[in-house]
């Protein structure tokens, strides 16, 4: 079946995986990697071979308009094993980096399913969900899933940095790599859960922004949700960074500064801001 931007999302690949021997797998997709302000925010949607067809309209978030998606999002909660979405805070993007970043949030996503994994299914071709060798051979110090901030809950799912289901490994090796990761170039697109990911991450994200807005109302974020908008632009240049800005990239804080590009991967920055919801 197609919808009037292409073809329907389907189950198919998630289906395929799962009579592969995986028992759950779950579609993950990222929004805010652009932004300027505010967190970076991974839905994750977890489905088994129970899963029914996902729920009329569903579709890239990207490919839809605002109130399409906020029309979809009851459906989506109620859809497939369980879904939630993990956040990363702009002093954490600071600090560790944008891949970095996306990974801390996918695993708070992950620990606020409640549920244990065996496979994540990621839009594109890079997988940023599994934490570079190098980290543990050279003992970098990595964020922790359980810090606090102003906008953290009482309480992380993921706290302790083992996911659901999972044990300390005694080898010292990470309990993560044990859930498998597999890229599909427009699996937003393409696969259902990615797909309803997509849209739980953009409403919630969203949603969040127009909270912090309220708070900073000068930057407009209730409109542009953080991102280089000429009205957000022009607030910075005029006010300078609040202190919900990724100061480690390129700010446009001077008449001649663009905004940086979504691969501004640079680091800075101390401070943790750990959120994430069901």
């Known amino acids: ?24 797998v779950v ?31 569903v579709a890239d978030s990207k490919l839809l308009t605002p109130a399409a998606r906020e029309r979809l999002l009851p459906a989506i909660s109620r859809w497939g094993l369980a879904r939630a979405t993990g956040h990363a805070g702009p002093d954490e ?13 996918g695993r ?31 003992g970098a110090e990595g964020p922790d899933l359980a810090a606090g901030g102003d906008l953290a809950p ?34 937003d697109q393409r696969c259902a859960s990615v797909a309803a990911a997509s849209v739980l991450a953009k409403c919630r994200r969203d949603a969040l922004m127009v909270e912090l807005s309220r708070e900073h109302p000068a930057y407009g ?9 000429a009205e957000h632009v022009g607030a910075l240049r ?19 500064d663009a905004a940086p590009s979504a691969d501004d991967e640079r680091t800075a920055g101390p401070r943790g801001w750990a959120m994430m919801d069901a």
């Not at 706290?159 to 859930?179: E, H, K, L, N, Q």
């Not at 006010?239 to 001649?256: A, E, I, K, Y």
Request: glycine share 12%.
């Open 1 to 24: 079946m197609t919808t009037r931007n292409g073809p329907r999302p389907d189950l198919r690949l998630e289906r395929a995986l799962l009579r592969s021997g995986a028992r759950v």
């Open 93 to 105: 993007i600071d600090r560790y980096g944008i891949v970095a970043a996306l990974r801390l949030a």
């Open 154 to 187: 009482a309480a992380d799912p993921a706290a302790g940095a083992v996911p659901v289901g999972g044990t300390p490994a005694a080898d010292g090796a990470d309990p993560w790599s044990r859930i498998a990761v597999r890229t599909r170039v427009k699996a």
């Open 238 to 256: 005029r006010l300078g960074p609040s202190t919900l800005h990724r100061t480690s990239w390129r700010l446009p804080v001077g008449p001649d």
């Open 221 to 229: 974020w209730h409109e542009n949700k953080g991102y280089g908008s």
């Open 27 to 57: 579609g993950m997709d990222e929004v805010g990697r652009g932004a300027l302000a505010g967190p970076v925010t991974v839905g994750a949607v977890a489905v088994d071979l129970s899963t029914r067809t996902c729920p009329q309209g």
């Open 108 to 138: 708070r996503a992950l620990g606020a399913l409640g549920i244990p994994v065996d496979l994540v299914l990621l839009d594109g071709s890079h997988d940023w969900l599994t934490a570079p060798a190098e980290l543990d051979l050279f």
